[in-house]
C-alpha cells in the first residue's frame, strides 16, 4: 500500500492552472526525485501534500490520512509529513538545539530533559553535534540546512518533503547537505524530494518524477529515465541542467 | 485672602502629577494586556474574529479620546450605574490605547518572514504555540521602540480626562489657574511637567530603536 498517495490534484491560482490532475503513487522507502522546470507545478505540488497549500479537487492521502477532508486534523498529517525549505527558516531567535527541541517539547510535549537529549541525538545525526549552542546566524548555510534537518526529523515523521533544499547554498556547501540526505533514504526514510541535483536524483532516487506544465509527464526508475528518456521534453530538461 | 507663591503651585501640581502618572500607567498596561488578546485575534486568520477587531480598532482610532471619554462617563450613567472620572478615563483609555497598540503590533508581526510561520505550521504548531514561540518573540524586539513611543501619546492623552473631572495634572492646572489667575505661569509649569514625563519616554524609544536595529 502507498505511503502516499496523490490521485487527479488540480489545483489554480486564480486564472491559472498549475496543477492538471496529478496522480503519484509513493511507497515506504521510496526516494522519490521530483523534478521539472521552474513553473512547472513541482512545489506546489510538494506544498500540498502537508497542507501548506490546498487544492480544488482530487485527493492526497498521506499514511491514511485524507489532507483534503481533515483540515481541523492537520496537526496529526504535520507530525507524520517534515518540511525542509529552500531558505531553511530556521528560529534565528533560537539556538540549534533549541530550534531542533522545541516542537517535540511544545507540540508532543516531551519534558525538557527529553527533547534535550533528542535534539543532541539529532544534532549528531547531522554531523553538527558541537553546535547546538550556536545561533543559527552563527551557522554556515550548509550547517543551517542541517539544523533544519534535524528539526524536521526530531518529530520523528514518516514521510520528509525536501523542497530545494540545496539551491539556496553556495556550491561547496552543497555536498555536505546531501551526504545527510542520502543516509536518511539509507536508513529507509521515506524522502520528496524537489530537486536540481540531477546526480543525486540519478544515483539516489529510487523513483523519478517530471513535472511539465502542471503535469506528471514521465515518471519512472531515474536510471533508466536519464539514460534514455521517452519524451522530447525531458531528454531537453536533462540536455539544459547537465 | 490666600496668596499662592511659586512654590505652591509648584508643589500642588506636582501632586496632582502622581494621578497623571498613574493613570498613564495603568491606561498603558491594562491597554497593552487588551492589546495583546486583540492581537491573537487581528492575526488569527479567521475571518469574523478579523473583522470584529478591525471594526473595534477603527472606531477607536477613528473618533477623538475626548469623544470615547464622554460615552463611557456618560453612556454608563445611562443605566443607572455611577461612575467615577477614574473609572471613566481609566476604561476609555484602556481601549483607546489598546486599539493603537495592537495595530502597532500587528505591524511588528507581519515584518516577521512568512517562512517563519511555514516552518511552525510545518512542525505542527497551532496558531497560538506559533505566535507565542516563534512570532511573538521575534516581532517584540521590533516592537520596542514604537510601543515605547506610543506611551508618550498615552501620557498626553491623560489631560483629556481632566474634563470629565478627573483631578489631574491638568486639571490641577485649570483649578489653580482660577485661584491664581495667573494662566501663563500655571500653564508653562503644566506643560514642564508634561515635557518631563515626556522626553524621556521618546528619548529611550530612539534610543532603543537604535541599539535593537543594530543587533539585528
Known amino acids: 500500500m502507498s505511503l502516499v498517495s496523490i490521485v487527479d490534484v488540480r489545483k489554480s491560482f486564480g486564472s491559472t492552472e498549475v496543477l492538471k490532475g496529478v496522480s503519484v503513487e509513493i511507497a515506504r522507502g521510496d526516494v522519490v526525485a521530483v523534478i521539472g522546470k521552474s513553473g512547472s507545478g513541482k512545489s506546489t505540488l510538494l506544498r500540498c501534500i502537508n497542507g501548506l497549500e490546498t487544492y480544488d479537487s482530487g485527493a492526497i492521502v498521506v499514511d491514511g490520512i485524507d489532507v483534503g477532508k481533515e483540515r481541523d486534523n492537520l496537526r496529526n498529517l504535520r507530525r507524520s509529513v517534515g518540511m525542509v525549505f529552500q531558505q531553511f527558516n530556521l528560529f534565528p531567535h533560537l539556538t540549534a538545539a533549541e530550534n531542533v527541541m522545541l516542537a517535540p517539547r511544545v507540540v508532543n510535549k516531551e519534558t525538557p530533559g527529553e527533547s534535550a537529549r533528542l535534539a543532541e541525538e539529532m544534532l549528531a545525526k547531522v554531523g553538527l553535534a558541537d553546535k547546538g549552542t550556536n545561533y543559527p546566524s552563527q551557522l554556515s548555510g550548509g550547517q543551517q540546512q542541517r539544523v533544519a534537518i534535524a528539526r524536521a526529523l526530531a518529530m520523528r515523521p514518516n514521510v520528509l518533503l525536501c523542497d530545494e533544499i540545496t539551491s539556496a547554498l553556495d556550491p561547496e556547501l552543497v555536498n555536505e547537505v546531501l551526504r545527510v540526505v542520502e543516509q536518511l533514504a539509507r536508513e529507509g526514510m521515506t524522502l520528496i524530494l524537489v530537486t536540481h541535483e540531477m546526480r543525486f536524483a540519478r544515483d539516489v532516487g529510487t523513483k523519478l518524477v517530471f513535472m511539465h506544465m502542471g503535469k506528471v509527464h514521465e515518471e519512472g526508475p531515474p536510471k533508466a529515465l536519464f539514460a534514455d528518456p521517452k519524451t522530447p521534453e525531458l531528454r531537453q530538461f536533462i540536455g539544459s541542467v547537465h | ?216
Open chain 2, 1 to 216: 485672602m490666600v496668596e499662592f507663591t511659586f512654590w505652591d503651585i509648584f508643589y500642588n501640581l506636582l501632586l496632582a502629577t502622581r494621578w497623571t502618572i498613574l493613570l498613564s500607567l495603568v491606561a498603558f498596561v491594562s491597554g497593552g494586556i487588551v492589546g495583546l488578546v486583540l492581537l491573537f485575534a487581528r492575526t488569527s486568520k479567521v475571518g469574523w474574529l478579523e473583522f470584529l477587531t478591525k471594526l473595534y480598532i477603527e472606531f477607536f482610532q477613528g473618533t477623538p479620546l475626548l469623544m470615547q471619554l464622554f460615552l463611557f462617563f456618560f453612556g454608563i450613567a445611562l443605566f443607572g450605574i455611577e461612575v467615577s472620572p477614574w473609572l471613566a478615563a481609566w476604561l476609555a483609555l484602556t481601549l483607546w490605547t489598546s486599539a493603537f497598540l495592537t495595530e502597532i503590533w500587528r505591524g511588528c508581526v507581519e515584518a516577521i518572514p512568512k517562512g517563519q510561520w511555514e516552518a511552525g505550521e510545518t512542525l505542527a504548531f497551532s496558531y497560538v504555540e506559533q505566535m507565542r514561540h516563534i512570532i511573538l518573540p521575534q516581532a517584540m524586539r521590533i516592537a520596542v521602540a514604537p510601543t515605547v513611543g506610543f506611551s508618550v501619546q498615552v501620557v498626553k492623552g491623560t489631560a483629556l480626562a481632566s474634563i470629565i473631572g478627573f483631578v489631574d495634572l491638568t486639571k490641577a492646572g485649570t483649578m489653580l489657574n482660577n485661584a491664581t489667575f495667573r494662566p501663563f505661569l500655571v500653564y508653562s509649569l503644566v506643560a514642564l511637567i508634561y515635557f518631563a514625563l515626556c522626553f524621556p519616554l521618546s528619548w529611550s524609544a530612539k534610543k532603543l530603536e537604535k541599539r535593537l536595529n543594530v543587533a539585528r
